[in-house]
DNA sequence: ACCCAAGTGGAACGGGCGGCCCGTTTCCGT
DNA sequence: ACGGAAACGGGCCGCCCGTTCCACTTGGGT
């Protein structure tokens, strides 16, 4: 404060003021909850994050205070990808194949990310930046609805909700399926579009379903490790 | 043991050979159950539940040594209505009919009880009697899609474990929408309704989506109580 | 090279849960 | 009425979680 030849803040990094080992640390540690919200959803332990990042419980508890806010650190920029989707299907000049295909790929990272599933079926009043983005999809989405249903090929039924009770139901599918029939999601989607389609429009034929060994063996699962977990 | 002028058990209660004061506490420790169950989901803490019973820890584990032991007794009425809900679809004369009543029955079911939708996407190899029950409805839900198909009301395409799926995704929408908008399940089966129907079937209208006011305090709960929670 | 503040990890604490033991109460056959 | 067995419930233990405190380390300006 009293060297006004560089009015940088002591660290040059951008926006984080840190130290250097600090920003390092901080670095692992959205690593390490990155990987484990991805494979096991948001319940993790703060502390089994502070061990996979390598450090001590309270750097973490320094660094990210509450469980919301780490969350909104390390899916910023998934939610980057949620918002630019929405974009990338308005740039489709097919109006229901850029609709179809946006609601594919949001499920598709509902799919390859447990954690990013329970983001999308919940709202942090709190996280600005994950909720600036969410409205931004929202909004654009609805653009992608009005001109999917001029096209005639959406139903005039279909409301900006059904979106979010898809996303809850695959939520659910994803984690009672899990890694023992990792596609089931995919049926269930293709069912849902079939049901959104006007008569008469294009659709991909429905995926099959995953075979009932591989159905029995998550649910035998389910019954060992219990409801909500991985 | 030395009156042979009456061979009963000291307890004529038939099947349970405990004592009459036991008989009524394992009672109690049951409608307990069922209550925390059907309102929160079978994630409730084995403490909990002796608390509501008004029991001790230890009299809740000697009657029922681990929880699956508890979920197989609580529900065990449940799986008989839900295994003479096939039955009934399989009495109406129109297999159509039956058909969809029946998968709205079932989903009915898991609406009204967080517990029993859980227990419908779990299998525990161990509950004879549960799964005696689930196997009958299976058996009977193949003949169920038989005959639906030969109606021509039935997509052929539709398989046995799309109703597994179903089930699934439908205790991911309860699991989200929960007290806030009770009704969203039913939109999401009317769509998956009008999936499983072949063109030309006769389907009720998909039920209106909860307003997003219902559905965004939902979120919001979902975000303060973490995933996996009533 | 020095030195202070920023940063760290471990330890201690409070809370909840499940499992087990054990002194006491209650039932039921005689 | 009585005595023994069955059943009870509270208390204790170990475990994991998240939070807070504190003595030590380390970075980076001067």
Same mark, same amino acid.
């Given at each position: 404060?009293?060297?006004?030849?560089?009015?940088?803040?002591?660290?040059?990094?951008?926006? @984080?003021?840190?130290?250097?080992?600090?920003?390092?640390?901080?670095?692992?540690?959205?690593?390490?909850?990155?990987?484990? !919200?991805?494979?096991?959803?948001?319940?993790?332990?703060?502390?089994?994050?502070?061990?996979?990042?390598?450090?001590?419980?309270? @750097?973490?508890?320094?660094? !990210?205070?509450?469980?919301?806010?780490?969350?909104?650190?390390? !899916?910023?920029?998934?939610?980057?990808?949620?918002?630019?989707?929405?974009?990338?299907?308005?740039?489709?000049?097919?109006? +229901? #194949?850029?609709?179809?295909?946006?609601? #594919?790929?949001?499920?598709?990272?509902?799919?390859?990310?447990?954690?990013?599933?329970?983001?999308?079926?919940?709202?942090?009043? @709190?996280?600005?930046?994950?909720?600036?983005?969410?409205?931004?999809?929202?909004?654009?989405?609805?653009?992608?609805?009005?001109?999917?249903?001029?096209?005639? #090929?959406?139903?005039?039924?279909?409301?900006?909700?059904?979106?979010?009770?898809?996303?809850?139901?695959?939520?659910?599918?994803?984690?009672?399926?899990?890694?023992?029939?990792?596609?089931? +999601?995919?049926?269930?989607?293709?069912?849902?579009?079939?049901?959104?389609?006007?008569?008469?429009?294009?659709?991909?034929?429905?995926?099959?379903?995953?075979?009932?060994?591989?159905?029995?063996?998550?649910?035998?699962?389910?019954?060992? @490790?219990?409801?909500?977990?991985?």
């Amino acid at each position: 404060m009293t060297s006004p030849s560089s009015d940088q803040t002591p660290c040059q990094q951008p926006g @984080t003021g840190l130290r250097a080992d600090a920003e390092r640390n901080r670095d692992r540690i959205l690593a390490a909850a990155r990987r484990l !919200f991805a494979a096991e959803g948001l319940g993790v332990s703060m502390t089994s994050v502070a061990r996979e990042a390598g450090v001590g419980k309270a @750097t973490l508890s320094r660094r !990210f205070a509450t469980r919301e806010e780490l969350i909104n650190a390390v !899916f910023a920029d998934r939610m980057d990808a949620y918002a630019g989707a929405v974009a990338e299907a308005l740039a489709d000049p097919d109006p +229901w #194949h850029g609709f179809t295909g946006y609601i #594919h790929a949001v499920c598709a990272m509902q799919a390859a990310d447990r954690g990013f599933a329970d983001v999308l079926t919940m709202t942090f009043p @709190t996280a600005k930046a994950l909720e600036a983005r969410r409205t931004e999809s929202y909004n654009g989405f609805l653009e992608l609805i009005a001109r999917a249903k001029s096209s005639g #090929h959406l139903r005039e039924d279909f409301v900006p909700e059904d979106l979010v009770i898809l996303q809850m139901a695959n939520a659910g599918v994803l984690a009672a399926a899990g890694e023992d029939a990792p596609d089931t +999601w995919r049926r269930l989607v293709g069912h849902m579009l079939r049901s959104y389609a006007a008569p008469g429009a294009p659709l991909p034929t429905v995926p099959e379903a995953p075979k009932p060994r591989a159905l029995y063996r998550a649910m035998v699962r389910l019954s060992r @490790t219990g409801p909500g977990t991985a």
